[in-house]
């Protein structure tokens, strides 16, 4: 037992050893991976390292210890046979090596290109519909959208608090455009808790309101214009002859007033004529004739001057309605002017960037200038009304007198009928008509002096109608000012009007705009709190995906919303934000873009060991590019054809996303090992390059198939775990194996070798031809 160990050793020590430093160094290449997942298969070294030292110590002192026991039950041993299926393809791949090649590619390279090089990040598909999770997760899809089994979450986080109105403006907006990104079903943001828009606190809303309320304000201002026009025409269409009419009264006043200074003269010579009671009755006649005609003048005057003042106190008492009607158009139009500067200056509070346009501010200038204007002209129409109430006084004053005068006249008249009825007994009755004379130029004094009276109340009426008629005139003069500043302004304001409706009808005014109040409301606080920490400096999106969050359907979308994020936010105040999204698609995402880079690395790292060893062993560059070559075209084959496995059997389109790095890992350290024992046993042996492949790969075939066999069972023992990744990597590894066994190992191997001597014996021919 100690010699056959001894040989053992010493033929196959050496084999042993390389294989094993060569996977050795390979495991322990993975410890520069930066992908902790990865770097942990580095351990996997350890163990190679264990079972060298195990395989130098122990395994010899069991081997010397037992002997052939260790085989029991077996009892006959023939020694190691010679592979008749290896030894026959090599040996017709060296003399066909073309042939050979042809059929290798003909096999793997539609495997190859098939291969989609798309992999699955579902962890769903590691986990059977049997589990709770798995139900809840497929209820949820069936009734909501696939993404509220796992949303993502956007978290953005800035040096300045985000819950100023700027800030809100662009998380709207970049909440607005992850929306528009195709695959997202919903975004819940701090301006839109419920995932849906607050209409009030947008620019195109608002707008509409205030286009609708200077809509209502111009539509005012119009009424207050029509009636101011109409005050001004009223005001125009007035009597332009009522003081002609005042002086003509004043001259019928004079008149009187001299008629009744003859009365007194005449009423003094029959005052006379009856003391003297000598000069006859004749003399009483002719004088009570021409009382009589100076009264009927007299009285005729009074009619027509009674008459005049009444039309003129009808005329004048209708001005108390009209100042009435003027101070209401005075005070509305004031106020219309006060609403119109009020909506103005909302307007630039909603639209600051409006503050400095020139229509805007004509408007508010002119609406302020009218204010001022308006309040004047209120001054002067009380002024005027006052003065009106006192001419309409003296008025007064004047019709009492006038009374006054009517009475005395119809009294005289009484008093010369009675005096011509007493003509005719003139002696009896000269004492009555004294006393009648006495009286009548009694009355005749007081006639005087109220028609005096009234003569004086009428230039102070005309003194007060010219100034009246004078500051009309300006009253006139102010309200045409003020529907000319009115007309400019409903202008202004019909300007507006069509401003806002292209504003609101345009993309840019749907943008968010809160107003303080809103802001620092509770209601709105309450939203902060939820999608805002403490401080205000971090702000958190949840996005509700179309498609299953675990999906490989779901990481484009992410990818285009982070691509979305940086062009939305770049050129704002959140430019230097910090920003991340979280949750299952963005894990995987990140999986994909880190496992993916750090995979070529690892495995150009490993691929770099390998070769250095396998030069050092093969003593042949050319032999290890081969070797290195074959590994790679059977790992790419073996991936393809797991690939179609998995679509057609296990009905995943998709091998897992580590599957590949875990069946990279297990192929190249295995099919090192099988090219290593083949390279030893080639290198052993004498003769050309041909000869000496198909002769180590007759006597290695035994050896490869049955490591292949026992390692391909292995696998195949994780098919029945039900994890799919476990699956996977079986399936990759033992089609690898098959691969290996079959093809690359006695076929690919033989046919580059034999082409390389077969070029080499022609280079040489014609070097001896030369």
Known sequence: AFLATKETFKSAGKTVLYSGIAVLIGFASLALASFKLYQSTSAVAIGVAVLLLVLTTLNPFFMVLLGKGMFYPVKTFKGHEDSRLWGFLAKNSVVRPFAALIIVFVISIPFVMKYSNTLNYNDLFEVDNKYESKMGINVIEEHFSPGFSSPSTLVIQSDNKLDEASSLQ??????????????????????????????????????????????????????????????????????????????????????????????????????????????????????????????????????????????????????????????????????????????????????????????????????????????????????????????????????????????????????????????????????????????IANKSSELQTGLTKINDGQGQLLTGLKDLQEQMGQLQSGLSKSTERLEKVSNGLGDAQKYLGELNESKSSEKFYIPKEVLEGEDFQKALNTYMSHDRKTAKMTIILDVNPYSKEAMPIIEEINKTIDGTLNGTELKSAKKAIGGTTARNVDLKEVTGQDFLRTATIMLIGIVIVLIVITRSFLNTIFIIGSLIL???????????????????????????????????????????????????????????????????????????????????????????????????VGVALLLLAIIVMPILLPALIGLTSKIKNYTKKLSKRK
Do not use: C
């Not at 003297?276 to 003399?283: I, K, L, S, T, Y």
């Not at 099988?674 to 004498?686: A, C, D, G, K, T």
């Open 170 to 439: 662009t998380l709207d907006e970049l909440t607005n455009k992850i929306l528009k990104v195709k695959g997202v079903s919903e975004v819940y943001s701090p301006t839109r808790p419920t995932g849906e828009r607050i209409k009030e606190l947008y620019i195109n809303k608002q707008a509409g309101e205030l286009n609708t309320g200077l809509g209502d304000a111009n539509g005012g201002i119009k009424e207050i214009n029509d009636g101011l026009n109409s005050a001004k025409d009223k005001m125009g269409s007035k009597d332009s002859n009522s003081l002609a009419n005042v002086q003509k009264l004043i001259d019928g006043t004079n008149e009187a007033k001299n008629g009744v200074s003859a009365l007194g003269t005449a009423l003094n010579q029959l005052s006379s004529g009856i003391n003297n009671g000598a000069q006859g009755a004749q003399q009483i006649e002719s004088g009570l004739t021409s009382v009589n005609e100076n009264i009927n003048v007299l009285s005729n005057a009074t009619s027509q001057l009674h008459a005049g003042y009444s039309q003129l106190e009808k005329g004048l008492s209708s001005y108390d309605q009209y100042f009435g009607s003027i101070s209401q158009a005075i005070d509305g139009a004031k106020k219309g002017y006060e609403q119109i500067e009020m909506l103005m200056t909302n307007f630039i509070q909603t639209k600051p960037e409006l503050a400095n346009d020139p229509n805007i501010l004509q408007t508010i200038g002119i609406a302020k200038e009218a204010q001022k204007q308006l309040g004047g002209l209120s001054n002067e129409l009380n002024q005027l009304a006052t003065q009106h109430k006192a001419a309409m006084g003296s008025f007064k004053e004047a019709n009492q007198s006038l009374s006054k005068v009517d009475n005395g006249l119809k009294e005289m008249s009484d008093g010369v009928n009675k005096l011509q009825k007493g003509a005719a007994d003139l002696k009896n009755g000269l004492n009555e008509g004294a006393s009648g004379s006495k009286q």
């Open 634 to 732: 059977a790992y790419f084959a073996s991936l393809g054809i797991s690939e179609q496995i998995s679509a057609h059997v296990l009905n995943v389109e998709s091998l897992s996303w580590n599957v590949p790095f875990f069946s990279f890992i297990m192929i190249v350290a295995l099919g090192v090992d099988y090219s290593i024992f083949v390279m030893m046993r080639y290198n052993e042996l004498e003769g050309d390059p041909a000869t000496k492949i198909v002769n180590a790969s007759r006597h290695i075939g035994g050896v490869v198939l049955s490591a292949a066999l026992i390692l391909g069972g292995t696998f195949a023992a994780l098919i029945p775990s039900g994890v799919l990744t476990l699956i996977q990597v079986a399936s990759v």
